[in-house]
């Protein structure tokens, strides 16, 4: 069982950037993917970016590619997902999911834990 908390949501103008982080508990964490995904109450739970297990291959949605950065910290169990020039779009619930099917998954079913998200909020 891992146990995934979000943090570092908040309010940033557009343009702007934010930096969230993911702290994991429980066993193995260096051998999960993990990934984030962001939620509207319009939309489905998005793919946003995913990292390996070993940090050394990274995905990212064609929406966030160039602005956004997904990073690793094993040694202290960490996450972390930088988002620069951020855009009113990128407004939403952002989670972090750990997974063990494949390198970097990029559908929702394929996580098998989940944090409770983070709010991200830009405004124009």
């Known amino acids: 069982q891992v146990q995934l908390v979000e943090s570092g949501g908040g309010v940033v103008q557009a343009g702007g950037s934010l930096g969230l982080s993911c702290a994991a508990s429980?066993?193995?964490?260096?051998?999960?993917?993990m990934g984030w995904f962001r939620q509207t109450p319009e939309k489905e739970r998005e793919f946003v970016a995913a990292?390996?297990?070993?940090?050394?291959?990274?995905y990212y949605a064609d929406s966030v590619k160039n602005r956004f950065a997904i990073s690793r910290d094993n040694a202290n169990n960490m996450a972390y997902l930088q988002l620069n020039k951020l855009k009113p779009d990128d407004t939403a619930i952002y989670y972090c999911?750990?997974?063990?099917?494949?390198?970097?998954?990029?559908?929702?079913?394929?996580?098998?834990?989940w944090g409770q998200g983070t709010q991200v909020t830009v405004s124009s």
């Open positions: 990292i390996a297990w070993s940090g050394e291959i990274t």
């Open positions: 429980g066993p193995a964490f260096s051998t999960y993917a």
């Open positions: 999911g750990a997974s063990h099917k494949g390198l970097v998954p990029r559908e929702s079913y394929d996580y098998d834990y």
